[in-house]
């Protein structure tokens, strides 16, 4: 068995996860699996979205709406994109540059319309997304269809991290006219040479199987004889006799639709005198009849209202009914069929089985291409991963003095436990950084009865060098998991120590590795918080794993991974740095309370507030807290109940751990600004929620008091708070009485 489950995943405390942090767990998931449904399978899906669509719901799937100011649009739809998408849906929508704008339209589409449909978000991906590469006709020049079909994977992975999942690319149009200006987006004149372009592109774009989180969907364009337009002349008509069609401008598309081309983009202009976007010939015979086409077919840009421009329909209806019936699937942008399409089939003129029929194709594509496991923009795909840090390979250490010294045999090293997760799919690599060794030796070294060693000490010259090192090697991978903090002889007994900063230059290994700009994931062993001031604010994710014993390696890996959803919350505060300790939440109230309104921090040159509250802890959920009741007045002596209701408001199952705080306002004492009495771990499913019951009894409401010299339970006026840590604001009141 190749990776296992640490027992006891929940002891890691994910402290700091900001915006941009890594999802491990996501993108290294995503290297692997295309969608693996039959044709079966694809199928019933679509079959049983379809049964619980309404007539308006479908025929938005057989619309892309623009994202750009588009007057063509506006003419037929007067509701903005947003309106669209959470009533009805939307197959695709065109042209969204922001990949975070992208990202919210689809989160609206996903999760605020009634059947949840993911959009797909079309782009002209041509010749690179980020990583431009050589125009398309330089690339078919090279006369290399592996080359073309690896530079289209790039721009494939790329196009998809920031959202898009569809390219109206490859542009298989023949073009032998130098005149035409649309020749540099093709393969040239060449049949032959056209279609192992046209293969290597859809190969590049979509991968062998559909349905890889990391391809597009491929659209072999334009359908067909665009090439041949007269003079050169772009848009214009062009005769070509049907030998030609067969044996000159068709070969490319056949070829890229034997490579799996999911969609196909009708051209603009007339063919033979027929508009292209109104061909049956094309659309029907050819594509779906002759060749067994089974994805569909979207128009060029408004080329559904040209065919009134053309002359080849009255009117914007009659241009519906041409282009639909002629079997285009998909409208680009115009707005038409929203708006004519529900005309047409309330008048008859188009039947309910003809908009399935249409639709179907559109669905089993997201299906099959995987849009919905992964309608979001993919993280970054990692094929590197650089561990950094003198307690990456540590194995020992991860037992802690008393663990090692029975001798149990090495813990599974953090470097280890990434490494058995991500297999041999994943390089990873190891820089030790400076070493780690006190300055002042420790007694319990080298004793016979346990291995604890300090790592050799190092001149600043080499500890440098070491820096240099793992930088280097940050540079090489796509991301870096830094594993610092103490080794075991730095922590627990005769290991005290004046600064909680992290020592042996581990604080310029962290700076250094970070300004390579790579993603950094920060891991820390440790026995005792140490002063992460600067990590909190530049390193994206931090993970608490304290001594993690013999399964250590797994179980980080595990939560890094993404395989376990971390719930561990902090059993001490958090200092922002060395001068701010002691620093305990349950301190007394003082001449200044930190809560009034004049309270700024009780030093010049720091917060008083720590970096960590007591009780914190993240997930990769979130959870919400809220209905607190009390009984609001009880007899000294009485037992109270308080209840919390807790949600699951994240996507993912996960275990909040509940803490009450209560705060006795007078007495014959001064008593703490909040004291833990009540904490309860509870499993939650996304979604959701329970509603918890607490006790406040003699137990948890008695104190010693120095002035009365006795354990006593006093009639005053309490607080109440309930949340995820010390710091928590749902609040409420109860009052004792003699
Ligand atoms: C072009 C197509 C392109 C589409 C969407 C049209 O003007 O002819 O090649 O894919 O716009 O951008």
């Known amino acids: ?77 007067s509701k903005t994109m947003e309106e669209v998408l959470k009533q009805v849906g939307a197959g695709s929508v065109l042209w969204v540059p922001d990949p975070k704008e992208i990202n919210r339209l689809q989160h609206v589409a996903v999760e605020q319309s009634r059947l949840h449909i993911p959009v797909l978000f079309g782009l002209d991906v041509i010749h690179g997304y980020h990583t431009i590469f050589p125009a398309p006709i330089a690339m078919a020049s090279s006369w290399d269809t592996k080359m073309v079909e690896d530079a289209q994977a790039v721009a494939a992975r790329e196009a998809r991290a920031a ?62 004889g665009y090439g041949a337009a007269e003079g050169g002349r772009d848009y214009d008509s062009s005769y070509v006799p049907e030998e030609q069609m067969w044996n000159v401008y068709l070969p490319p598309f056949k070829a890229a639709l034997d490579a799996g081309a999911g969609s196909f983009m009708s051209a603009y202009m007339d063919l033979n005198d027929v508009p292209a976007s109104g061909n049956a010939w094309l659309m029907h015979d050819v594509l779906r009849e002759s060749w067994k086409f089974q994805g569909f077919v979207v128009s060029d840009a408004f080329a559904v209202r040209s065919l009134l421009t053309h002359g080849y329909a009255r009117d914007y209806q009659e241009a519906v009914h041409k282009a639909f019936s002629a079997g285009l699937n998909m409208d680009m942008a115009s707005g038409t069929y929203l708006k004519y399409l529900p005309m047409e089939v309330q008048q008859g003129r188009i039947t309910t089985q003809q908009i399935d029929d249409a639709v179907r194709p559109i669905l089993e594509t ?104 793992a930088v280097a090697l940050a540079r090489r991978s796509d991301l870096a998991v830094l594993v610092l903090g103490e080794i075991d002889l730095m922590s627990a007994e005769y290991a005290s120590r004046a600064s909680l900063k992290l020592s042996n230059h581990q604080q310029e290994l962290l700076a250094a590795v970070s300004a390579t700009g790579k993603p950094v994931v920060l891991v820390l062993v440790n026995g005792r918080p140490l002063d992460v001031s600067w990590a909190a604010e530049h390193v994206p994710a931090i993970l608490e794993a304290w001594y993690p014993g013999s399964q250590g390696g797994n179980g980080i890996a595990d939560v890094l991974f993404g395989d376990a959803n971390p719930s561990g919350h902090l059993p001490v505060t958090w200092p922002r740095s060395t001068g701010q300790e002691p620093r305990y939440y349950s301190h007394n109230l003082t001449q200044l309370p930190e809560t009034s309104p004049d309270f700024k921090s009780r030093y010049w040159d720091v917060l008083s507030t720590p970096l960590y509250p007591f009780g914190h802890g993240l997930s990769y959920t979130t959870f919400a807290f809220d209905n607190l009741k009390v009984t609001p007045t009880a007899r000294v002596g009485a037992t109270l109940d308080v209840s919390v209701n807790v949600t699951n408001t994240g996507k993912r199952a996960g275990d909040a751990v509940v803490q009450l705080y209560i705060h006795q306002r007078a007495g014959s004492a001064s008593r703490p600004v909040r004291e833990l009495k009540g904490f309860e771990r509870v499993a939650l499913e996304p979604g959701a929620n329970r509603t918890l019951h607490f006790t406040l009894g003699k137990d948890e409401l008695q104190f010693w008091s120095p002035s009365l010299k006795k354990w006593v339970v006093e009639p005053e006026q309490f607080d109440v708070w309930v949340g995820g840590d010390s710091s928590a604001a749902l609040h409420a009141e109860f009052r004792l009485t003699e």
């Not at 079966?40 to 057989?62: F, G, H, P, S, Y």
């Not at 298989?172 to 035409?180: F, Q, T």
């Not at 040239?188 to 391809?215: M, S, T, W």
């Open 163 to 224: 959202g898009i999942q569809w390219t109206f690319a490859p542009m298989v149009d023949i073009a032998r006219d130098a005149r035409w200006g649309r020749m540099v987006e093709g393969a040239g004149e060449d049949p032959y040479l056209g279609a192992a372009i046209a293969r290597a592109q859809v190969l590049g774009f979509q991968g062998k199987q559909p349905g890889a989180p990391d391809r597009v969907l491929a659209c072999a364009k334009h359908f067909a």
């Open 1 to 77: 068995m190749r990776r296992r489950t640490a027992p006891c995943w929940w002891m890691y405390v994910l402290i700091a996860l900001l915006a941009t942090a890594v999802q491990l767990g996501q993108a290294a998931g995503q290297t692997s699996s295309a969608n693996s449904l039959t044709d079966a399978q694809v199928r019933d899906k679509a079959t049983n979205l379809l049964r619980q669509m309404t007539l308006d719901e479908k025929i938005a799937q057989l619309s892309q709406l623009p994202g750009f100011p588009a007057p063509e649009f506006k003419e037929n739809v």
């Open 366 to 469: 997201k299906i099959r291409f995987g849009l919905f496991e992964h309608p979001y923009k993919s993280g970054k795909t990692i094929h590197s991963i650089a561990v950094i840090g003198p307690l990456g390979d540590a194995d020992t250490d991860l037992l802690t003095m008393w663990g090692a010294m029975t001798k149990p045999g090495p813990a599974i090293s953090i470097l280890k436990g990434i490494q058995e997760k991500v297999g041999s799919a994943v390089r990873v690599a190891y820089a030790h950084g400076p070493n780690l060794y006190r300055d002042i030796p420790s007694p319990f070294e080298n004793l016979p009865i346990s291995e604890m060693k300090e790592q050799p000490s190092q001149t600043p010259e080499e500890a440098h060098r070491a820096i240099e090192d």
